[in-house]
């Protein structure tokens, strides 16, 4: 072989940056950015450059892991299966189907394989609980959405091309390049921003690098968020450039809701916010008077108690405020992979309500589906029917990334069964039974259906493997697909693999031709014969393509999209900036937004009454790292060299009241357990609060991640109590965690 250029998307975070990755004779030898992607025109942050390092860890498993005598061995891919089905027969024999729980993490997520495959697999195994990691992030802006819109894929992003002022709660997208909001190059889309006259406002209880670059930061207290905007919809309301009854036809019930917030005003709320009513009244003067204004917020927003609540407050703030479903405000991708924004008709929507299961023990609430993380342990651990006595993990790392930790680690100690897929032997995955190995990134194609369907501009990019599979090896659908079949009871082999794929793909031509955007008169055997040169993912993906906004329809579109257009452009397509979206968008049983759903108006009374509750004298909160990506890119030392990142960082007036030097030690405890930090003084963070980056705690026995381990830091989840979470979709409470700290 000699040298290539391969073009594809990071996969590592939700920015999808465009890299060329230069080959010799199949190594990596260097990663730039790929200054002709459509989207991303060349940024890149230094995670994107290592992937070819990552392919060569040593660490990195290459073949499956079966536990013999009580050790974790390398054992043949049958062997792997057969244990799976012994060790799942097992249990489901002695204690039914209900035992066995998933744990669904982050990359799998956004991976194409897992995209098309994890619900099948999810379908047949019928576990008694799915958990995901989810409900340790994003779920209850899902969750407002499906409330409001009628599908929680539903989510407006910020047009951040297009806006003049923009107002950032709770995200930190210069080093996290941003979430649920896709986009590469936030840098350079922010200094357009400033360039283009417009401002930027940022509301963290830090002052972290994007709060640097802001015209304005606000240092809000951790949790107060929906009281901020519960104010900025009271003063919005009241302005007069604002009318409340002069909005479209398909908002319903804004009113109801301004009235529900009478007792949230820019003064009644700057106490406990530690926001000025000066400083709220300005800011939604701003908002009710620029053209182009948007309010956008992520992670700090969302784990919190009122994680829903405030993503609900949000899209009101951004209704009042003409920014709704606007250029330069907040709007809904146009995805060529389609979603849940262009399935259907607004004439088929349902109305959907808070869910009425609930955790078997502590009775937690069960939203989408899926159980709350903050239940693990505790489902594990308490005897009884129902009780969790197998888990699955999906490339997740819940030991180090879920709440309680040391309590669920002890918990997954006491499991009958494990099974994890996933790169390495890590934190969680020491506790497997059997490990099926992921191939690297770069021996996968790669489309992300579900962040193309939250990205800010209209566009697309399909990145085949670049990098063989290792003799043998299954890629993950495979691995999906087998585990589906186990839970069916059937064989495994090859030819069985084949025909369940066969069962997906017909059953997603046959969905997309029933649905009321196809087009009249074609024939499914057709539709099956013009995708059947694929198979896996890649069929089910042209499938979306073909039957998505901009597709094909196999061939009734002729001048439409397919699978086969975007691989000839390796640099991506662009349909073009975001366009409004509703009322078509919309799935709800009225066919409006339904802003003043009375799941989300009786939540307003916990709202009121969080007014008068005493702030807690110092709170936890979390941060993110530019070179890091949640537990899982320690093992790279080009990316973990130099000064310990995970420090606990403190004010300097409270480290001196507590006695605390920079470069010193303390012991931070809350109700769910105790850790020793480094800790590092520093003015950015408001007094009173503490903040430690998850993702950390390399230093157990058991796993095999040789250079994270010399890196270790500390669990920062082991602070993290179970009982904390916002009621109304299970997600744990992250920041604003009661703590105690005193110098170690
Ligand atoms: N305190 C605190 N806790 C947090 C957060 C916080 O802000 N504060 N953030 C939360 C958030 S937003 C998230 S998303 C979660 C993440 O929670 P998780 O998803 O549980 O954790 P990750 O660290 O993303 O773990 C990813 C795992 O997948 C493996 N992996 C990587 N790529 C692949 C792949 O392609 N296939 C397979 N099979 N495995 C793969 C990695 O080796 C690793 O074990 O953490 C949450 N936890
Ligand atoms: N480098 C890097 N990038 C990542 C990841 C990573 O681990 N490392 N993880 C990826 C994942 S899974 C996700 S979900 C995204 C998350 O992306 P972001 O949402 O941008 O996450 P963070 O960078 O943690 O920024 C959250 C900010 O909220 C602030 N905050 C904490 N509590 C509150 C509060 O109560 N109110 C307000 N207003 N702010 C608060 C924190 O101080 C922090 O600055 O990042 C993704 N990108
Ligand atoms: S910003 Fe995210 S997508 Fe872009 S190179 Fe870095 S890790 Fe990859
Ligand atoms: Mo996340």
Sequence with gaps: MSTETAYRTCPLCEAGCGLAIELDGGTVTRIRGDRDDVFSRGFLCPKGTVLGHFHDDPDRLRTPMVRVDGELRPAGWD???????????????????EALAMYLGNPMAHNLDGAMFSRTMLRSLSPGAVFSASTVDQRPRELA??????????????????????????ANPLVSNGSLATAPDWPGRLEALAERGGSLVVVDPVRTKTAEKADRHLAIVPGTDVLFLGALVTALAEHPAVDPGAQPDHFAGLAAVVDGLSACTPESVADRTGISAAATREIADRLATTERAVVYGRIGTTVTPFGTTASWLIDVVNALAGSLDRPGGSMFTTPAAGSATTRGTRSDGRSRRLGSRSTRVDGLPVALGEHPAAAMATEILTDGPGRL??????????????PDADRFDTALESLEFMVSLDCYVNETTR????????????QKPHYDVALLGLAIRNVANYSPAILPMDDGADREWVQLARLALIGLGQSWDDAAVAALDDEVASRAIGGALADAAAPDGIDRAEASAVVGTRNGPERMLDIQLRTGPYGDWFGARPDGLTLDQLIE??????????????????????????????????????????????????????RRTLRSNNSWMHNMRVLVKGKPRCTLQV??????????????????????????????????????????????????????????????????????????????????????????????
Excluded: K
């Design 79 to 97: 062997e792997a299966y057969e244990a799976i089905a012994d060790g799942l027969g097992r249990v489901w024999d002695a204690h039914g189907r």
């Design 569 to 622: 452009h390796p640099h991506g397509l662009d349909f073009g900036a975001l366009e409004a979206r509703l009322p078509d968008a919309i799935r709800t049983s009225s066919g409006d937004v339904e802003f003043d759903h009375p799941d989300l108006m009786a939540d307003l009374t916990r709202v009121v009454a969080l007014l008068d509750e005493p702030t807690a004298p110092m709170v936890l909160t979390g």
């Design 431 to 442: 506790h497997a039974d059997v490990i099926l190995p992921a191939p690297s990134h770069l």
């Design 145 to 170: 959405s499906g409330l409001l819109y009628g599908q929680s894929g539903t989510i407006p992003v910020p047009d951040l091309d297009r806006t003049d002022y923009l107002l950032l709660l709770g």
């Design 651 to 744: 004010h300097p007036d409270d480290a001196d009241r507590i006695g605390l030097a920079d470069g010193g030690a303390a012991r931070v405890s809350s109700t769910s357990g105790t850790v020793t930090a480094p800790v590092e003084v520093t003015d950015a963070i408001r007094p009173g609060v503490v903040s430690l980056p998850h993702g950390w705690g390399h230093d157990v026995e058991g796993s095999r991640l040789s250079v994270a381990a010399e890196h270790a830091g500390v669990n920062s989840n082991i602070l993290t109590p179970a009982d904390l979470i916002d009621p109304l979709s299970g997600t744990s409470q992250l920041t604003g965690i009661p703590v105690d700290v005193v110098p170690a």
């Design 389 to 402: 006595r197998a888990m699955i993990t999906v490339g997740g790392n819940p030991v180090l990334s879920c």
